[in-house]
């Protein structure tokens, strides 16, 4: 448990003294709050739904820019050799990686917490709802962290992780809203396979044991790929 | 305290080392010697446990590196060649971190921490992020790292490649200081190296070893003998060579070179265990030959080195 502690407490460490974090944090803000906010009084409707459907988009490009160095980085310094020699397992690194990413993502949501206040004062704003997209936004996070940090331990070079990262979790959010260009055999399993309608329902305020299912079996499979990819890199 | 058996290590079918055995005995200095390439840092790489070995077992004291790698890793402190750290922590939350990593309590660790940062000199550099460190103060925040947890055994990469001679000789002092209660392995390809730190070499090349031995031993064996060097002035070539052949212990006389200032160079190769060079002394004072130059030339590592490591 400690190593793990330790991995999970220097990991967020390193994202919060470094510019990266005030940067993504900033831009995330920034461009989630513009959109939300211009159609908001339009709508003029008290809830936030508009500005949980965002969130699948914007995470599919600020979660990859959170996760790509985190073993790209140890991969091109070489510090994964000085890693690996201290006495940790391989499930710690990368859950510690994982969890710190976690953490970070939670840390960017914390401040949108602003938007329910106030949405409060201005109208009745119905709170099951709220609190279901912030549990549904921590699950879809997880879920894009851990195939974040699959595209970083493939590759040395963080723009690669990047990329790799953003194109798996981009194509997860628009799978589901590409269902005309698929066989009808297979229109089951591709709607099940997008992370939008699952994400969706948790934000309606239904917590379903199946969409707790779903994110948690991508956090697996991102995590164990992961762990597979380094241990063939030996 | 360490045994390796029958260790191979195989890269895409390109073989890095080869059927190696060696064992390793509490408290030595041993030295893995060899050109680039040789398998010296893939053999430290399989004996700290970052590499899998294809095939063969190594054994650290009860524990086999297949089944207790964690158990292993606890006992070694290493070090990777050129010290690959976080560059972007500063030198007291890397150490911190090692020693939170390696469970030391927390007393504990800040004793270790302070008495390592006297030990390795980084007392000056402590709020320095690693990335702004030269190579040689790298180094030794490396070496603090790899010595965090007082492990019964170092492994060192290379520890004093790209090193100017006084961080050298820094380093040198740090290892020796630490060797008094360590088995230590270290791998390198300058041989004044593993002659200044090493009780014992191990000589590898292109994956297999070909000598392992004492380091005095080694210097020692048979076919390498000592050689005295002198130059004379004013004498002629075979008058001088006669005279020397003459002494008790002299096998062999061998004008080596002509230098430009006309003095002659000669060789004298010498029976094993014989210094004549008081009779050398001696029998060009009774001429009127100028003695300018007279010295003993051991036979070093680094002929053993070639003769061990020539390509056929």
């Not at chain 2, 070995?53 to 890793?73: E, H, M, V, Y």
Request: charged share 20%; hydrophobic share 45%; glycine share 6%.
């Amino acid at each position: 448990m400690r190593p793990l502690a330790s991995i999970v407490a220097k990991e967020v460490k390193d994202y919060f003294v470094s510019p990266i974090a005030y940067i993504v944090i900033s831009v995330f803000l920034l461009v989630t709050g513009w959109i939300f906010f211009t159609t908001f009084f339009l709508f003029n409707h008290a809830d936030m739904r508009s500005f949980f459907s965002l969130l699948p988009m914007a995470f599919s490009f600020v979660i990859p820019a959170v996760t790509m160095r985190l073993f790209s980085e140890e991969l091109s310094v070489g510090s994964f050799e000085v890693l690996l020699t201290l006495p940790v397992s391989f499930s710690d690194i990368v859950v510690g990686k994982f969890l710190a990413a976690v953490l970070f993502v939670a840390a960017t949501l914390a401040p949108t917490l602003a938007y329910p206040l106030v949405i409060s004062f201005l109208g009745d704003l119905d709170w099951g709802p709220v609190v279901g997209g912030y549990a549904g936004a921590l699950l879809l996070g997880a879920a894009f962290s851990a195939i974040g940090l699959f595209a970083s331990a493939l590759t040395r070079n963080q723009i690669i992780a990047f990329i790799v990262g953003a194109l798996i979790c981009f194509s997860m959010t628009v799978i589901d809203k590409m269902l005309f260009f698929f066989p009808d055999s297979l229109l089951g399993v591709i709607a099940y396979l997008g992370a939008g309608t699952h994400f969706d329902s948790i934000a309606k305020g239904v917590i379903d044991s199946r969409d707790i299912l779903y994110f948690a079996s991508f956090v697996f499979i991102g995590l164990y790929a992961a762990t597979l990819t380094l241990q063939n890199r030996q | 305290m360490i045994e390796v058996e029958n260790l191979s290590k195989y890269y895409d079918g390109f073989c890095a080392v080869n059927r190696i055995d060696f064992s390793i005995q509490k408290g030595e200095i041993v030295g893995l010697l060899g050109p680039n390439g040789a398998g010296k840092t893939t053999t430290l790489r399989m004996l700290t446990g970052y590499l899998p070995p294809t095939s063969g077992n190594i054994k650290i004291k009860d524990f086999s590196i297949r089944s207790d790698l964690i158990a292993i890793k606890h006992l070694m402190g290493y070090l990777p060649e050129s010290a690959p750290l976080y560059r972007s922590m500063l030198v007291y939350d890397y150490l911190e971190y090692v020693a939170r990593v390696r469970g030391l309590e927390d007393k504990r660790r800040h004793d270790r921490i302070r008495e390592l940062s006297e030990l390795c000199g980084l007392r000056e550099i402590m709020h320095f992020s690693i990335g702004e460190l030269s190579r040689g103060l790298k180094q030794r925040v490396g070496l603090a790292h790899a010595m965090m947890s007082d492990p019964e055994i170092l492994v060192l990469d290379e520890p004093t490649s790209g090193l100017d001679p006084n961080q050298i000789v820094e380093i040198r002092d740090i290892i020796r200081h630490a060797a008094k209660e360590k088995t230590i392995v270290l791998s390198t390809h300058i041989l004044s190296e593993a002659e200044a730190t090493c009780d014992r070499v191990i000589i590898i090349h292109r994956g297999k070893i070909v000598a392992d031995d004492d380091t005095q031993r080694l210097m020692e064996i048979s076919g390498l003998k000592h050689v005295v060097t002198l130059s004379l002035r004013q004498a002629s070539a075979e008058a001088a060579m006669d005279r020397l052949k003459a002494i008790d212990g002299v096998l062999d006389v061998q004008e080596s070179s002509q230098s430009e200032d006309g003095a002659l160079d000669l060789a004298v190769t010498c029976r094993e265990g014989s210094d004549p060079r008081e009779a050398i002394y001696h029998a060009v004072k009774q001429t009127d030959w100028i003695l300018i130059d007279l010295h003993l030339k051991t036979q070093n590592l680094e002929t053993i080195f070639r003769e061990l490591t020539r390509e056929d």
